[in-house]
């Protein structure tokens, strides 16, 4: 089967100038949370830093679609400090481009962010992971257990394609040590951050609160209508997701930037949930009600007749 491609970027005719001064006020909110590490116990740092990194993520994925501005590289350098050190931008661009073609939703033999696994593969693994999977998709299981599970599979998957000669994945990692190390050297020379409570402190926070939006985004369900969510989130919320709760508008329209979704999605609200089928949810906190502690859905892949051979 051919594998599926990256679908096109948006080319803003303007500098999108509300995300540029965006992105200075992220890296300058940050990097003050940083200054002042010291000075703040860390019930306040915890969860600020996982606010702002998550943001600074919302960015890359902003920036991985075209905007702010229509050249490719200058995005890509605006956002290029990296503060959660959890993939590659280069990466991330084409693998995230790749998950929109929305015909592949949630198969995970063709969406690369799908988090499903096929029968054969659960199969093969030991009872201890396999409910260790099933925690992971509990919400809980997801933010805690999440950044491990996820780094660690990704990360392996890269080196044995780095290992396998694959060039593109090499250089886009070789681009990442510097983008991590600069957030690194700030922390550790310049706040006296150690190395060990920078990771669990900002960029553990940062990927957990990340694994939220992404908790619910796409379910295994026949339709293809009906594999993608909107969930109606609060201003700080949406604006830390960079309104991709809005997930059904934001897959509809990939290349609106983000502070245009809302009003798309209230001119097409009633139509955009018939097509999903009511696939709604009602802020992050019906999320966390739902499904804090019970997974979500199984972890194989529901029904294996629907996926394209």
Not at 276 to 304: A, I, Q
Request: glycine share 4%; hydrophobic share 45%; proline share 7%.
């Amino acid at each position: 089967m051919q594998q599926p491609t990256e679908i096109a970027t948006a080319a803003p005719t303007e500098i999108e100038w509300l995300t540029v001064f965006l992105i200075a006020a992220t890296y300058g909110a940050l990097a003050l949370l940083m200054w002042f590490y010291h000075a703040l116990p860390f019930w306040v740092i915890m969860p600020l830093a996982g606010y702002l990194i998550a943001l600074h993520g919302s960015l890359q994925h902003e920036a991985l679609h075209g905007h702010p501005t229509r050249n490719a590289l200058l995005n890509e350098l605006l956002v290029f400090i990296n503060p959660s050190f959890w993939f590659p931008y280069r990466r991330y661009r084409k693998l995230h481009l790749t998950h929109h073609n929305d015909d592949n939703l949630t198969d995970p033999t063709l969406d690369p962010e799908s988090y499903y696994m096929l029968p054969d593969e659960w199969s093969r693994l030991p009872a201890p992971m396999k409910q260790l999977y099933i925690i992971h998709n509990t919400l809980a299981g997801r933010m805690v257990l999440g950044p491990i599970i996820g780094t660690v599979r990704f990360w392996s998957a890269e080196f044995l394609a780095i290992m396998r000669g694959d060039a593109a994945i090499a250089k886009a990692w070789a681009l990442h040590v510097p983008a991590c190390a600069i957030t690194l050297a700030y922390a550790v020379w310049i706040c006296e951050i150690p190395a060990w409570a920078y990771l669990v402190m900002f960029a553990w926070p940062g990927i957990a609160f990340s694994l939220v939006r992404s908790f619910c985004e796409h379910q295994a369900v026949k339709d293809l209508g009906e594999r993608t969510i909107v969930v109606e989130a609060s201003p700080l919320l949406s604006l830390m997701f960079l309104n991709n709760n809005l997930h059904l508008p934001h897959h509809k329209n990939p290349r609106m930037a983000w502070y245009r979704l809302p009003a798309y999605y209230r001119a097409e609200r009633e139509q955009m949930l018939r097509e999903n089928n009511g696939y709604l949810m009602r802020g992050y906190s019906e999320m966390f009600r739902r499904y804090f502690f019970r997974p979500k859905e199984p972890v194989v892949y529901p029904d294996t007749d629907f996926l394209k051979r």
